[in-house]
């Protein structure tokens, strides 16, 4: 399997801007995450899906951000407005949702997102 | 305060050294613990994942858990330069919200 693929690896864009990073989960998993990560603040859950429904979305910052899962292999994450302080890396992870027996998250490479 | 502390770092050790990295908790809810591993410019990989209390072994990496204390721990023994990475502690109450730390930056010196 190829893993957990983002797109853009990277992005630069101007203040304002609309911006739109790309996910595609590990076929089979059933739970996608959206996470942020920064120097300061570490590496925090923004939203979550399972089976294409947000099950919590209690990380997403503001009303600038958005989060969709058309489908069981696609899913984006969309900031509009962006700012400066939306600077991060962006992660996304997938799991099998194996309940009791492991939690683990594979994450996917990252879209380090700059917007000047 | 936040849920979950841990020391950035950096931290820098001869090869073969014994690593210890940890982490402290507030929430006395959490029941699963993790360890990634983070090498630079790439996302995070699952190392150890622990349930409840006590000792979890593999290779050359061990897991522990404090609940009482609210104190985790992973040790790395015989130290290689391939470790140097950033490594995260993340917890979970038994959902798939984790909570992670901000990671401790380890080097490992050839």
């Known amino acids: 399997d190829a893993g957990v693929i983002q797109s853009p690896r990277h992005e630069v864009t101007e203040m304002g801007q609309e911006v739109t990073l790309r996910c595609k989960p590990i076929?089979?998993?059933?739970?996608l995450f959206w996470y942020r990560q920064t120097m300061m603040r570490g590496l925090e859950l923004l939203i979550y899906?399972?089976?294409?429904?947000?099950?919590?979305d209690s990380g997403m910052p503001e009303d600038r951000f958005s989060a969709k899962m058309p489908n069981a292999s696609f899913s984006t994450l969309k900031i509009q407005p962006s700012e400066p302080r939306d600077s991060a890396v962006y992660f996304c992870?997938?799991?099998?949702?194996?309940?009791?027996?492991?939690?683990?998250?594979?994450f996917g490479p990252g879209t380090r997102l700059t917007v000047t | 305060q936040k849920e979950v502390e841990q020391d950035p770092g950096p931290l820098s050790v001869p090869e073969g050294a014994i690593v210890s990295l940890n982490c402290t908790y507030s929430?006395?809810?959490?029941?699963?613990f993790m360890w990634y591993r983070q090498y630079s410019r790439k996302g995070p990989e699952l190392l150890m994942y622990?349930?409840?209390?006590g000792n979890k072994e593999d290779g050359r990496f061990t897991a522990q858990v404090d609940k009482s204390s609210k104190y985790i721990s992973l040790f790395i023994r015989d130290s290689q330069p391939s470790d140097s990475a950033t490594y995260l502690c993340a917890m979970s109450a038994g959902t798939y919200k984790y909570i992670f730390g901000t990671g401790t930056r380890l080097k490992v010196l050839a």
């Open positions: 992870a997938s799991s099998l949702g194996i309940q009791g027996t492991s939690y683990e998250q594979y």
């Open positions: 899906f399972n089976n294409n429904v947000p099950i919590d």
């Open positions: 076929s089979g998993h059933d739970y």
């Open positions: 929430n006395s809810a959490f029941q699963y």
């Open positions: 622990t349930y409840s209390s």
